[in-house]
């Protein structure tokens, strides 16, 4: 009975470490994603600045 019960909580342990990886994946490429897209407007807002730097008058 005993080895019964270790079976049980070994399938279990196994079945949350395998939902833990699957959730780590996904916000890894979630976060991923959202600091791509957040550097790409940075580079976009800074050459813009840079590139207005010459209309500005003192």
């Not at 395998?18 to 976009?44: D, F, P, R």
């Amino acid at each position: 009975m005993a080895e019964r019960m270790d079976i049980g909580m070994e399938e279990k342990t196994y079945k949350t470490m395998g939902g833990a990886g699957a959730m780590n994946i996904a916000v890894g490429v979630v976060s991923l994603v959202v600091g791509v897209t957040s550097g790409i407007l940075l580079i976009i807002a800074g050459a813009k600045l840079l590139a207005g730097r010459s209309k500005i008058l003192f």
